[in-house]
């Protein structure tokens, strides 16, 4: 394969990744042969800035990280996904990336991220990253070329026109900031394409270099052993005069190609698409259902997030229904990637309410229009630190179709500060002590790249991972046990989702029925949850499983066996159950499980 | 077993092969029954020791595995009437202990059970709508063209006052009709003619049971399809009251469960329904005297409860003179459109699905006779209904009876019931309130009935209702 990216063209003095790459100990991936791996795992975004620093700068590194894979490890964490840590000047969070092949300088070297593969890999730990397909940075050097030289290689990598009056009908995304799709260069004489911001100008894929170099750039990370790409803003790859450029043809042939390079020369990584869209567009980017599945592998749920919080607020499942109702189903290899929260905002204004179809209109456009109108905040300030709203809206993340993804900090309850601008109130130092910067950096506290927390109920000095580590009732403890409890039943990450309804609507209970495979035994768990504040109950609809005794996984209790009669169960404001449905009752025997009968 | 008491009448009217029965003659088991259904929540004639119980027909459906099974018709003598009713009993001749909670009696070694809660029965029974045969005089009718699924598990899901419902997996519920009235159910006419209308807000008719009730062809039992994972409109209200009264002192649009978006749904769902009634069943209207005699039927129902209910006995001129409003001079409306309507409407009879709201339940006030269940009534008379269950929602939840309490049950059924209007006329084309002193008036015939029923049931909740009516009295609902 020709390299045409440019390391041979490219000036030497932009210290290039290849130059940082020439003594990197390039590794074969070396997790198990595991092909469903991501059906199963509980996925943690983790931000290198923010989760440890190492050589005491303020910033959080990939040595930092490194040293705390024990700690992900023993949460029981199966693969972390680490937002862009590449080359950028940050005007966009590092999603402006200046060059593919190059890691932050403050974060470390692509030796050092090979080293993070290989130090998380031993322990069991799989790692995907951002790749930003659409568009670079103006300040990388395609650009920097294909302005200054428009006869030249890079001369067709961007969408150039003489006038701004192309592609109409597709809307401006970020419309506080961008009054047109279309930017003047003052170099090149010419408009740029550009669907977010004016600095991030839009590859040009109809240009057969451009997909080349974007495949590999992915060759060139899977090589060091990464485990896979969360694909950034994929509906947007091509433009054509006539649509709203999103969801093109053209833009579904890509990600094909993209999957049948990863499947014939790295079998066992995983795409998994950013298409904030409703959940009936978003399965078109797993591909054609006929093959199992020729795009994404996974696809993240985006609009089942607001509704957890909805029917909490409204305590009415109906939210959480009726979406799920609303998703198809998806191809065999995939899976839906699920979350309470990450790094960007809540879109809360949903919860407020006029209704779902106001829901519908919002979630029809692009979420990342929105990125200016959510509320930034953690799961615990957002729950107001209720401890059974966390465990409940935590059982429901693990027990809900999808891959659960948590967001680093939320396992302790970290706070946010919202006086921090943009999005940064979320994204402050991971709480690990209550030493000085939360054990976080050995730093003067004032060269920090944010604050730590360190207001009374959030600070570090209260909320931070040691002290939950010695207190086995703490919530990063109950975090834990049921990571485990959900790996032990693979109906959790693999079972048919089936919504009971039942006689309370402010409770939602479901089945998760798993028919068994050669890797996994099969098995049938039920989950039920109470939304409301106060107690409840609830009847259930369980004639599938007459006979069956439900058994609570958390502490093993037998219940009483299913009978004739809907199940009756009570639960306490924000309580919820999970129960293996798997084992049978003894001939209705009363007692089974108990002492022998003397008496008979 | 025998007839000890007067009470037991005896009949084998239309009874066939007596010897053959299981459970041996009909005395026997109308005398299981007479001591059975005082215990009963849903027979109606309370306060009795034993019922005066007539069998009036048996019919043989099946015999399982070792069970056998009848249904059986039989009538019992009331205050306002004989009343008829429908059960279907099982027969063992062993201790049925999955049936102990529905077990009627023993007679000579024989059990009598409930035989609808027997999932091996009701399965019976589904195949036999979907076979359409007929046993004995029992016709087991699938509507054409539909498909059913026979192989669905039965389960009783509620055994309410005049019916026991079972649900079919989760595709189809069975309603069996405990308490008879002779002729053709309107549950079942008005199902098939909203389905013929393409109304998105009903469940499908599938199939019914008939037979022959005092010489009538009578509906026995109707089978619609379920919506499965649906909660009742009831529950859902009652949820965001609760969730109201919880936060002290906010108001009722700022808290979480705010219920307006759904009341204001359920009020366009109701709107398309009664805009596929008038389409199927024709429009009509009342004037002059006709309208007159509506108002005069609300009043003697009023002076009838006033007789015995001294707390409307005591507002019973200000009543008649708020009904009159409607239609004094000069106020009563130049005509008045009627139709068929729902006749029994309230957050009970709604169904919250994943798709929207659904209606259910088309069979009218139950106390009312069937022709006047099948006549053309002011849809206002549903609206009415609607805005009283609204009221009593808001108030249902007890807690302290303060007047901050009260009020800010009175603010969420303002709210409610504000919404109900705003969808309704958004689809109606007109707003119910602009017939404000009418819909008033129907309301208050509502709430004065109420109140006659929570004096004889459930005196405590007498004044929600009773503060209703005060209300409609002062103020003419505005």
């Known amino acids: 394969m020709t390299d045409i990216l440019g390391r041979t063209e490219q000036p030497s003095s932009s210290g290039s990744g290849p130059s940082q790459t020439k003594g990197a100990h390039v590794l074969l991936n070396t997790m198990p042969d595991d092909p469903g791996w991501y059906k199963r795992a509980v996925f943690y975004e983790v931000l290198v800035r923010a989760f440890a620093d190492s050589n005491g700068d303020g910033t959080g590194d990939i040595a930092g990280l490194i040293d705390k894979l024990d700690y992900l490890a023993w949460l029981g964490v199966d693969c972390l996904w680490i937002p862009p840590f590449y080359d950028s000047p940050l005007r966009d969070g590092g999603y402006d990336i200046r060059d593919y092949r190059k890691v932050l300088p403050e974060f470390g070297t692509v030796q050092d991220f090979a080293n993070l593969i290989q130090a998380a890999h031993e322990r069991g730990i799989r790692i995907i990253t951002d790749l930003v397909m659409n568009h670079t940075s103006d300040s990388h050097f395609w650009f920097q070329e294909s302005r200054s030289n428009p006869d030249g290689p890079y001369g067709d990598y961007y969408v150039w026109a003489d006038d701004d009056s192309g592609y109409p009908d597709a809307r401006v995304i970020f419309v506080d900031t961008e009054p047109s799709n279309w930017t003047f260069d003052p170099v090149r004489k010419q408009y740029f394409w550009h669907r977010f911001f004016s600095h991030q100008p839009d590859l040009n894929f109809d240009c057969p270099a451009v997909g080349d170099a974007m495949i590999d750039v992915m060759r060139f990370w899977l090589d060091l052993g990464i485990d896979g790409f969360r694909l950034d803003a994929v509906p947007y790859l091509y433009v054509r005069e006539g649509t709203n450029g999103e969801n093109l043809p053209e833009t579904h042939a890509f990600l094909k190609r993209c999957r049948k390079v990863v499947e014939d020369e790295y079998p066992g990584r995983i795409l998994l698409a950013e298409a904030n869209q409703w959940p009936a567009d978003v399965v078109d980017y797993y591909g054609d259902p006929a093959v199992g599945g020729d795009e994404c592998h996974m696809c993240f749920h985006f609009p089942l997030m607001p509704r957890i919080f909805m029917a909490a607020r409204r305590e009415s499942r109906f939210p959480i229904s009726e979406i799920l109702a609303q998703t198809p189903p998806i191809p065999s290899t995939s899976q839906w990637g699920i979350f309470l929260r990450n790094h ?4 809360l204004e949903m919860v407020s309410d006029e209704d779902r179809d106001y829901m519908w ?14 509320i930034r905040r953690r799961l615990a300030p957002l729950l107001d630190n209720d401890r059974n709203s966390q465990e409940l809206f935590t059982a429901m993340l693990l027990s809900l179709p999808g891959s659960p993804c948590l967001y680093y900090g939320d396992e302790i309850g970290m706070g946010d500060n919202i006086w921090l601008g943009d999005r940064d109130g979320v994204r402050t130092p991971m709480q690990w002590s209550p030493d000085r910067n939360a054990g976080f950096s050995r730093s003067d506290p004032a060269r920090l790249y944010l604050p730590a927390i360190m207001d009374p109920v959030y600070g570090f000095q209260t909320v931070n991972v040691e002290a939950q580590m010695n207190t086995t009732a703490s919530l990063l403890h109950w975090t834990r046990r049921m990571i485990e409890i959900r790996k032990r039943h693979p109906a959790f990450a693999l079972g048919e989702f089936f919504d009971l309804g039942g006689s309370n609507p402010t409770v939602l209970s479901y089945v998760r029925t798993f028919p068994g495979s050669e890797s996994s035994p099969a098995g049938t ?18 004639r599938g499983h007459t006979g069956q005794v439900p058994v609570e996984l958390t502490g093993g209790t037998p219940f009483p066996p299913i009978g004739e009669l809907p199940y009756l169960l009570t639960l306490p404001g924000h309580g919820f159950y999970w129960f293996d449905l798997t084992m049978a009752d003894q001939n209705g025997e009363p007692g089974y499980s108990g002492e022998p009968d003397y008496n008979g | 077993m025998n007839d000890q008491s007067g009470n037991v009448q005896l009949s084998t009217t239309d009874y066939q092969d007596a010897d053959d029965q299981r459970g041996g003659a009909g005395s026997a088991l109308a005398a299981l029954l007479a001591r059975w259904l005082p215990g009963q929540r849903w027979f109606a004639t309370k306060g009795e020791q034993l019922a005066a119980v007539t069998i009036e027909a048996r019919t043989r459906v099946a015999e399982l595995d070792g069970k056998s099974v009848e249904q059986v018709l039989f009538t019992v003598p009331s205050p306002s009437g004989t009343q008829r009713y429908q059960i279907w009993v099982g027969w063992t001749g062993y201790y049925p202990e999955r049936f102990a909670h529905v077990l009627i009696g023993e007679t000579d070694g024989q059990f009598a059970y409930d035989a609808l809660h027997d999932a091996d029965v009701s399965a019976l029974v589904l195949k036999n709508i979907a076979a359409g045969v007929s046993i004995g005089s029992l016709d087991f009718l699938p509507e054409p063209g539909t498909v059913i ?16 419902s079972i649900v079919y997996g989760h595709s189809g519920i069975l309603k069996v009709f405990r308490r008879l009235e002779p002729g053709l159910n309107p549950d079942a ?6 389905q013929a209308a393409g109304s998105a807000h009903i469940a499908p008719a599938l199939g019914v049971i008939e037979g022959p009730v005092a010489g009538e062809r009578t509906t026995l039992a109707l089978l619609t399809g379920f919506f499965a994972n649906s909660a009742e409109g009831w529950a859902m209200a009652t949820a965001s009251v609760r969730d109201l009264m919880a936060e002290g002192d906010l108001r009722a649009d700022e808290v979480g469960g705010d219920f307006a978006s759904e009341s204001l749904r359920l009020g366009r769902a109701v709107a398309d329904v009664h805009a596929d009634l008038a389409a199927a069943f024709g429009t009509a209207v009342l004037v002059g005297e006709d309208f007159g005699r509506l108002i005069s039927a609300m009043v003697s129902g009023a002076e009838a409860v006033a007789a015995h209910v001294p707390s409307i006995e005591a507002l019973l001129p200000d009543i008649v003179a708020a009904f009159h409003r409607a239609d004094g001079p000069g106020r009563a409306p130049a005509s008045i459109a009627v139709q068929r309507i729902h006749g029994d409407l309230q957050l009970g009879q709604t169904l919250r699905t994943l798709t929207g709201w659904a209606i259910i339940d088309f069979e009218g006030e139950p106390s009312k006779s069937l022709a006047y269940r099948r006549a053309m009534h002011s849809p206002l008379r549903d609206i009415a209904g609607m805005m009283r269950s609204f009221d009593y929602a808001a108030h249902h939840s007890g807690g302290p009876s303060d007047s901050q309490h009260a009020y800010r049950a ?20 007109h707003d119910p309130r602009d017939l404000g002193s009418l819909l008033a008036a129907f309301e208050l015939d509502k709430a004065v009935y109420e109140v006659a029923y929570e004096h004889g049931h459930r005196p405590s909740w007498e004044p929600i209702p009773l503060q209703a009516v005060v209300r409609l009295i002062n103020t003419g609902g505005k």
């Open chain 1, 344 to 347: 960007d905002e809540l879109t």
């Open chain 1, 361 to 374: 209109n919002e979630y029809a456009g692009d979420p990342r229009m929105k990125a200016n109108i959510g």
């Open chain 1, 525 to 542: 768990v039920l989950c039920v949850n109470n939304l409301s504040r106060f107690p409840q109950p609830v009847e259930l609809d369980l």
């Open chain 2, 149 to 164: 699924d026979s192989a669905a598990a039965g389960l009783v899901i509620s055994a309410e006052q005049s019916n026991t």
């Open chain 2, 189 to 194: 006419e008005v199902h098939r003619a909203l």
């Open chain 2, 410 to 429: 009175q603010e969420w059924a303002a709210r409610n019931r504000a919404a109900f209007c705003d969808g309704y006329a958004a689809v109606a084309g």
